[in-house]
């Protein structure tokens, strides 16, 4: 199957910026990094749902669709961006997220509700509502287009296969050779995408996962099963052993996934104030400050870069969450000891 010809609808603008991260370069010494800024992809904050949902929208458009549904945390990032495109592209935006309603709205559902997404709170019957809310809309005369968890399956993970081409290009056109490419794990879409992508278009990088909550003892073989199966779903020549891949969970007194799924931790925090403080580039706590304390780990320990050697982060957008209660909360301490707040005398 020719990759190039599969059918998508334009959503952000690319390619996104490729930089290079001189300061924090010379500051730790591990060779040259740089940072892939599908943070800044778009629509409404973007970040890499974007890349998916071109795919998975043109589908959606296609077949015919006149809502699209989809799955997440109450904070899901994933489902803010597709809200932003089903808004654009006519569809009605519908988000079934897990758990009771919360008291107030903050990051992402403060965006959700302002675009006029239809939030449904499934408690823990997350299928149950799913398939109640599917009713509901179909009886209405709707067809519902329904999105798995993070936009990952076939058609979503088209969008990083065919982000390495846009890299490679990239990296040609700079003079680059990187040894290592390192993106948050979380629903698999974007890592498994790029791994496929880095083997079918010849990458002289390896793609380093770094898990954003406690990896199950299978991530590794689910990660290869999904990236096996999705090549053989498009034809390619692609195949890989759970042994091939590179998914790093850190110390096991210090998980980089730290202790749960968007929980905040002082390490991830100590990670994002570094780049903030270092190159003014904004991290989230939930997924890309977790990736990021995970390779400014490796690279202190050795296990990443080293003299002559460049390595690039992939920003993965998500700095909404950094305006959820729970996180302002986390961060105001740690803020207030570490900047000077003044008043004149
Ligand atoms: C969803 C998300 C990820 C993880 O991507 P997956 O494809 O689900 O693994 C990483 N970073 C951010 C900011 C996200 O919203």
């Given at each position: 199957m020719n990759l190039e010809q599969m059918g998508k609808v334009s959503l952000g603008a690319y390619p996104t910026p490729l930089e290079k991260m001189a300061r924090l370069s010379e500051k730790l010494g591990r060779g040259t990094l740089y940072i892939?800024?599908?943070?800044?992809?778009?629509?409404?904050?973007?970040?890499?749902k974007t890349r998916k949902l071109e795919y998975v929208m043109q589908e959606a458009l296609a077949g015919g669709y006149t809502a699209m549904l989809t799955v997440g945390g109450p904070q899901t990032n994933h489902g803010r961006t597709t809200v932003a495109a089903a808004v654009q592209l006519g569809l009605k935006p519908i988000l079934v997220l897990g758990g009771p309603p919360p008291e107030t709205l903050s990051g992402n559902l403060v965006l959700d509700a302002m675009m006029g997404t239809d939030l449904v709170f499934a408690g823990d019957d997350m299928e149950g509502a799913v398939a109640a809310t599917i009713e509901r809309y179909e009886r209405a005369g709707d067809r519902v287009y329904f999105l798995p968890l993070g936009g990952t399956g076939y058609v979503g993970m088209l969008g990083y296969i065919m982000a390495v081409p846009e890299l490679l290009r990239q990296i040609e056109q700079m003079g680059l050779r990187p040894s290592a490419l390192v993106c948050a794990a979380g629903s698999l879409g974007t890592y498994c995408g790029l791994v496929l992508g880095a083997r079918h278009f010849k990458a002289p990088f390896e793609v380093v996962g770094i898990p954003v909550?406690?990896?199950?003892?299978d991530f590794k073989a689910r990660a290869a099963a999904l990236i096996n199966d999705c090549s053989a779903h498009y034809g390619l020549a692609v195949r890989v052993d759970e042994r091939d891949l590179r998914i790093e969970n850190g110390?096991?007194?210090?998980?980089?996934?730290?202790?749960?799924?968007?929980q905040p931790d002082p390490l991830t925090r100590a990670a994002m104030f570094e780049l903030a403080r270092s190159e003014g580039i904004l991290l989230d706590p939930v997924y890309t400050g977790k990736a990021f304390r995970g390779m400014l780990d490796l690279l202190q320990r050795g296990e990443l870069g080293g003299a002559g050697e460049e390595v690039i982060f992939l920003h993965?957008?998500?700095?909404?969450?950094?305006?959820?209660r729970e996180h302002l909360d986390a961060m105001q301490q740690d803020l207030r000891d570490n900047c000077q707040i003044r008043t004149l005398p």
């Open positions: 892939k800024r599908d943070d800044a992809t778009g629509p409404a904050f973007g970040g890499n909550s406690p990896p199950a003892a110390p096991a007194d210090a998980p980089y996934s730290g202790a749960a799924y968007n993965t957008g998500g700095a909404v969450a950094l305006w959820t």
